[in-house]
């Protein structure tokens, strides 16, 4: 119900033929996927409305295959061959659109790549999508989508009264990164490599941080943990330094009784769901490195601990799109087994 109410509002605001551009400002995982299909599906049936289905467009500035096959398997197949991502828009995306007229772009994640100089702002600029003079003459209309808007929602506001927001409801039984920190699900995250390439060896505190780990599993309030393998998500630093965060968890976790798994660009591993609604047969840990982030959705019910990646100075983007982000949504363990 949340989603179609997204669409009637953003429908709505583009009957106002000076908005040219909207932002849907909504929680990760809630749905912004669904809102953006019912969007669509209300704007086509809208008799008003002269754009048509060819000229409809998904882009995003993430460079995720993940994000495209994901959303591709979302949206009807009508749409499926318009949905493109970073890599994608200087080319491909900018020889469709640049001659077209009546067009709708939906953008999602709008804070990824945007700022001057980067993907988005030189593929916008070469077709011509950065004057507002020639949106309004060939009736260009942009919808984008964030959880973690930044700085682009000052952007917006140049726009003046071209432009407007909306900040979106989550539906019933929706768990967000809140929540998660009122119920005590989330921690303070600690160095799990502690390399250091002067000395050549490991800070020991590493290994103290991932007995903690250990004993989460071992004493989890909730007899799931305990009892049951789960899969546990570890993201690691880049480079040699992923073998080396693995070897410091294959000293304080039994290679007999615990499976170690890498997931990454050159991984085998397709979709790492086909992998997650498996039980496992003993408790997993996979280690991931640039996977993972935002607008990828997780299946819940047989994951035990995420756990990002330590940075000294972290961003508030990074980490609610990160692993936590992963974590939000419905149909969470949490209702089932809390």
């Given at each position: 119900e949340n989603q179609e109410i997204i669409a009637y509002r953003v429908v709505t605001a583009f009957k106002d033929r000076k908005i040219i551009n909207i932002m849907v400002v909504s929680k990760t995982q809630s749905g912004k996927t669904g809102s953006m299909c019912a969007t669509?599906?209300?704007?086509?049936?809208?008799?008003?409305?002269?754009?048509?289905?060819?000229?409809?467009?998904?882009i995003t500035g993430l460079s995720s295959c993940e994000w495209k096959e994901q959303t591709k398997e979302r949206m009807p197949e009508s749409i499926q061959s318009r949905v493109f991502h970073r890599c994608e828009l200087p080319n491909t995306f900018v020889d469709e659109i640049k001659n077209k007229k009546n067009v709708l772009i939906i953008m999602d994640e709008i804070q990824v790549a945007a700022q001057k100089g980067q993907t988005i702002y030189k593929a916008f600029s070469n077709a011509g999508l950065l004057n507002k003079s020639k949106l309004y003459e060939n009736d260009i209309k942009i919808l984008v989508y964030?959880?973690?808007?930044?700085?682009?929602?000052?952007?917006?506001?140049?726009?003046?009264?071209?432009?407007?927001?909306?900040?979106?409801?989550?539906g019933d039984a929706y768990i967000s990164s809140y929540n998660l920190l009122q119920m005590r699900r989330v921690k303070q995250y600690k160095e799990l490599c502690g390399y250091d390439k002067k000395t050549g060896e490991v800070n020991q505190e590493v290994f103290e941080n991932i007995q903690e780990i250990k004993n989460d599993i071992d004493n989890y309030n909730n007899p799931l943990m305990s009892s049951t393998p789960l899969y546990h998500i570890i993201r690691t630093k880049n480079g040699e330094q992923q073998d080396l965060t693995i070897q410091n968890f294959?000293?304080?976790?039994?290679?007999?009784?615990?499976n170690f798994i890498k997931y990454d660009r050159e991984s085998e591993i397709e979709d790492i769901n086909k992998m997650l609604i498996i039980k496992p047969e003993r408790h997993t840990f996979i280690f991931i490195k640039e996977m993972l982030r935002c607008a990828k959705t997780l299946k819940k019910k047989f994951i035990g601990i995420l756990y990002d990646r330590y940075s000294k100075n972290p961003d508030d983007t990074a980490i609610i799109q990160g692993l936590v982000g992963r974590d939000t949504g419905y149909k969470h363990m949490l209702y089932k087994y809390k």
């Amino acid at each position: 119900e949340n989603q179609e109410i997204i669409a009637y509002r953003v429908v709505t605001a583009f009957k106002d033929r000076k908005i040219i551009n909207i932002m849907v400002v909504s929680k990760t995982q809630s749905g912004k996927t669904g809102s953006m299909c019912a969007t669509i599906k209300q704007y086509l049936e809208d008799t008003s409305n002269l754009i048509p289905i060819e000229n409809i467009y998904i882009i995003t500035g993430l460079s995720s295959c993940e994000w495209k096959e994901q959303t591709k398997e979302r949206m009807p197949e009508s749409i499926q061959s318009r949905v493109f991502h970073r890599c994608e828009l200087p080319n491909t995306f900018v020889d469709e659109i640049k001659n077209k007229k009546n067009v709708l772009i939906i953008m999602d994640e709008i804070q990824v790549a945007a700022q001057k100089g980067q993907t988005i702002y030189k593929a916008f600029s070469n077709a011509g999508l950065l004057n507002k003079s020639k949106l309004y003459e060939n009736d260009i209309k942009i919808l984008v989508y964030t959880a973690t808007p930044d700085g682009t929602i000052y952007d917006l506001m140049k726009w003046n009264d071209a432009s407007t927001k909306i900040l979106a409801d989550v539906g019933d039984a929706y768990i967000s990164s809140y929540n998660l920190l009122q119920m005590r699900r989330v921690k303070q995250y600690k160095e799990l490599c502690g390399y250091d390439k002067k000395t050549g060896e490991v800070n020991q505190e590493v290994f103290e941080n991932i007995q903690e780990i250990k004993n989460d599993i071992d004493n989890y309030n909730n007899p799931l943990m305990s009892s049951t393998p789960l899969y546990h998500i570890i993201r690691t630093k880049n480079g040699e330094q992923q073998d080396l965060t693995i070897q410091n968890f294959k000293q304080i976790f039994n290679v007999d009784t615990y499976n170690f798994i890498k997931y990454d660009r050159e991984s085998e591993i397709e979709d790492i769901n086909k992998m997650l609604i498996i039980k496992p047969e003993r408790h997993t840990f996979i280690f991931i490195k640039e996977m993972l982030r935002c607008a990828k959705t997780l299946k819940k019910k047989f994951i035990g601990i995420l756990y990002d990646r330590y940075s000294k100075n972290p961003d508030d983007t990074a980490i609610i799109q990160g692993l936590v982000g992963r974590d939000t949504g419905y149909k969470h363990m949490l209702y089932k087994y809390k």
